[in-house]
């Protein structure tokens, strides 16, 4: 047995400051001056366990405390409330299995719990909400590995118990719409993932991956927003040289977005991207002083055959505005390596 001992500690310090000006390009002040401090700290211990050869086994614990502080300094000014502090703490426990069938085949089944911290947008002022609790989540993971030479894949089983699910969803203020978090409750999010590659030769790949979703909001009964109920993808890679060349046909099922609390379907899509790039090794003024190594040239098409769908909403949802896609679009990248 071989034990792992560890600590995390994040420091982010953000000052989100919204500037406007005159047409003199003068500066007037601020819509807001929110600075935002988090700390996060993460100890943890890992236990590793190998019974036999083919049978890997490990478990751990880790703690989690967040902290943070948030002024707005535009609400202070107005009298209204502007500093605020929210912390957070869970311990979240962890195992999981591993065992070789034989060579390049692995069965492995994990179990995590997780936590996330709300978002700094939950303090925002007007939509403020103090009760705005952690995430919480339990995750459970099943699944078969393989590496056959040409074909490696992955099939995993999965189910993730959300408690306290964090929604983020719109609602109307007045003539505006804004953004507000809450805890949904209990939410189920599980399903099953194939995915697979294969290898023909040195220049010719492709893929085939296809999923199956079962997420929804248990004590709302209704779906989480923008999950797809099924997903499937289809590709091809080529390459020859510096060139290589990709085309992907991608199939997305219903999924919902919630405008107000109201849930509105956004319906199934189908589309196809596909790219060339060139890559040049060695440029001959590598060595002449400017110390150009390698440029690139790539040219994308999104979107490929054109077709339209809906991305969200907007407006009131009992008429709604539609928020489309963007049409069939090229755009072409040119990068140097010095």
Not at 97 to 124: D, K, S
Not at 202 to 210: C, E, G, I, K, M
Not at 234 to 256: M, P, Q, S
């Amino acid at each position: 047995m071989d034990t792992e001992l560890g600590f995390w500690f994040n420091h982010n310090n953000t000052t989100h400051d919204a500037q406007y000006f005159n047409q003199a390009n003068v500066y007037l002040g601020s819509t807001y001056i929110e600075p935002v401090v988090t700390d996060t700290y993460e100890p943890y211990i890992v236990f590793n366990y190998k019974p036999v050869e083919r049978l890997k086994l490990a478990a751990g614990v880790k703690y989690l405390y967040a902290n943070r502080d948030f002024k707005d300094y535009v609400a202070l000014a107005q009298g209204q409330p502007g500093v605020f502090n929210a912390s957070f703490h869970q311990v979240l426990p962890s195992v999981g299995a591993n065992y070789r069938v034989m060579e390049g085949i692995n069965l492995f089944a994990n179990f995590t719990q997780n936590a996330n911290p709300p978002g700094y947008n939950q303090f925002y002022t007007g939509v403020y909400n103090p009760s705005l609790a952690p995430q919480k989540a339990n995750t459970y993971d099943l699944g078969l590995v393989w590496n056959r030479g040409f074909w490696k894949g992955e099939l995993d089983l999965f189910r993730v118990d959300f408690r306290n699910y964090i929604l983020s969803t719109t609602v109307q203020v007045g003539s505006f719409n804004q953004t507000v978090l809450a805890n949904a409750g209990k939410a189920i999010n599980q399903g099953i993932s194939w995915q697979n590659n294969f290898v023909f030769n040195d220049q010719l790949s492709a893929y085939a991956n296809v999923g199956f979703l079962d997420a929804r909001l248990k004590s709302a009964g209704q779906p989480f927003p923008y999950a797809p109920h099924h997903t499937e993808s289809v590709g091809l890679i080529y390459r020859d040289g510096g060139f290589k060349a990709t085309v992907g046909f991608n199939e997305i099922g219903n999924a919902y977005y919630n405008l107000g609390g109201k849930f509105l379907p956004l319906g199934s899509r189908f589309y196809t991207n596909a790219s060339l790039r060139y890559t040049l090794n060695n440029m001959p003024l590598s060595s002449g002083g400017f110390g150009l190594k390698k440029v690139s040239l790539g040219v994308y098409v999104n979107n490929l055959f054109d077709r339209t769908w809906i991305q969200s909403y907007s407006g009131s949802n009992a008429n709604p505005n539609l928020k489309l896609n963007l049409p069939a679009n090229v755009y072409a990248t040119l990068d140097a390596s010095f």
